[in-house]
């Protein structure tokens, strides 16, 4: 749009100044509309985040209290500290703890020798871990 401006007449380079100034002001002010509309938007949905961050932070508290006072982690807890053991396998009879009952074999099926099963831990870890 091409506009025909006579910049010798002074009175109509001031309007045509005054139209534009006024143009540019105008979408200037739209501008500052829609950051406030923007700047609200965020205000309100940083504030809904806040909400829901305070009430699951209250819903995890919440379940912790109600899990540590119940008797059964309770009981977990002591009997995994208490009665822990380690067991293990001797594969020389001979060195054997004495006084053990040893369990009858004859008629019953069972493995004539025990190997080590390698990559088993690794297997373990790479199964719990993920």
């Known amino acids: 749009m091409a506009i025909d401006i006579d910049f010798s007449d002074p ?7 005054e139209e534009t100034q006024a143009s540019l002001l105008l979408q200037i002010k739209k501008k500052d509309e829609e950051i406030k509309e ?3 938007e965020i205000k309100e949905k940083d504030e809904r985040d806040r909400k829901r961050r305070r009430l699951h932070e209250e819903e995890v508290a919440s379940l912790r209290q109600e899990i540590e006072g119940s008797p059964l982690l309770k ?3 002591i009997s995994g500290k208490t ?3 380690e067991l ?3 594969e020389n009879p001979k060195r054997r703890t004495t006084g053990a009952a040893v369990t ?3 008629g019953k099926v069972y493995p004539h020798k ?3 099963w390698k990559g088993f831990l690794d297997k ?3 199964n719990f871990e993920a």
Not at 11 to 17: G, I
């Open 11 to 17: 009175e109509a380079v001031r309007l045509y100044l």
């Open 75 to 77: 009981y977990i807890n």
């Open 83 to 85: 009665f822990r053991t």
């Open 114 to 116: 025990v190997k080590p």
């Open 104 to 106: 009858k074999i004859d």
């Open 38 to 40: 923007k700047d609200e």
């Open 88 to 90: 293990v396998v001797e």
């Open 124 to 126: 373990q870890r790479v």
